[in-house]
């Protein structure tokens, strides 16, 4: 089975976001809008620098063999109209986040924009290192990339279902580069985890009741609620109790993150972090 073909089956749900700059703020709003909504698995992705209609055909055929929709925010009025009128010919979703505001602020003012892509980075020095950040979560997510971990400032690591990537987002979201790795009791972490400087590695603990949950959530939006040792109390109790232990047996400090808000989470790791490596204690909190 080709992804294509697994992601058709599994009924998978993608959100692409198109801008001509980086995307940070449509991310934003569309991260916001996410949480609303926490029975549902979304993958977004964020497409920058669209800048022809060739790269706006590539986006718009990814979009055509998956459940997706395109959000934008592109100034240029040219291929905002283009991308429109594609995402309509195929069917697919699109929401214009840039063109309305453009067009209400071109009236209110009587004078037309000069359609320039990434002019508000440029001005406004956008914070480069939360930029960076969140590139460095998204492409170090659920153990990808394991090559790379060496350069985060936090790995987190959990069971399945633990919470890891959302933390991981937001983390990144405050200028840390964040990667988060799955723990799968039986299979070895990767190799290179054991160069990491274990004082970076925050293992989150999750009670059993709440790991249950979230993850008869997960098979349920799936499909697959027949997998008995993924949710089922008794293994899952296993898997805590396993997954603890390895904890301590490899020196990784641990957080509870049951019936917790992400935010404190979030707020636990980064003391954590910044009493240890006192460098990092002046990173931007937005």
Not at 72 to 84: A, E, F, S, W
Not at 183 to 191: A, D, F, H
């Amino acid at each position: 089975m080709n992804i294509t073909e697994k992601i058709v089956n599994e009924n998978f749900h993608m959100i692409y976001i198109a801008s001509c700059g980086e995307g940070i703020n449509a991310y934003h709003l569309v991260q916001s809008a996410l949480v609303q909504f926490p029975n549902h698995d979304i993958t977004v992705v964020k497409v920058p620098h669209i800048r022809s209609e060739t790269q706006v055909d590539d986006i718009i055929e990814k979009a055509r063999d998956t459940e997706s929709l395109i959000v934008h925010t592109i100034v240029k009025h040219n291929l905002r109209q283009y991308i429109t009128r594609k995402g309509i010919e195929q069917d697919i979703v699109t929401i214009d986040l840039m063109g309305p505001v453009l067009s209400k602020v071109q009236s209110f003012l009587e004078s037309d924009p000069i359609e320039k892509p990434g002019l508000y980075r440029e001005i406004q020095n956008v914070d480069l290192d939360q930029v960076s950040a969140i590139e460095f979560a998204l492409a170090h997510d659920d153990g990808v990339n394991p090559e790379n971990l060496t350069q985060a400032e936090i790995i987190l690591v959990g069971l399945s279902r633990a919470g890891k990537t959302p933390l991981a987002m937001y983390l990144a979201i405050m200028g840390w580069k964040t990667a988060n790795v799955p723990l799968v009791i039986g299979v070895p972490m990767p190799e290179v985890m054991k160069q990491i400087d274990r004082r970076r590695i925050i293992a989150l603990n999750i009670n059993v009741e709440q790991l249950m949950a979230h993850r008869r959530l997960r098979q349920e939006s799936l499909g697959t609620s027949d997998i008995y040792a993924y949710s089922s109390r008794d293994e899952i109790e296993k898997e805590v109790m396993e997954a603890r232990k390895y904890y301590i047996t490899h020196g990784f400090s641990m957080i509870d993150v049951s019936n917790k808000p992400i935010e404190t989470s979030a707020e636990e790791i980064i003391e954590m972090i910044t009493r240890r490596f006192k460098s990092q204690a002046h990173k931007k909190i937005i």
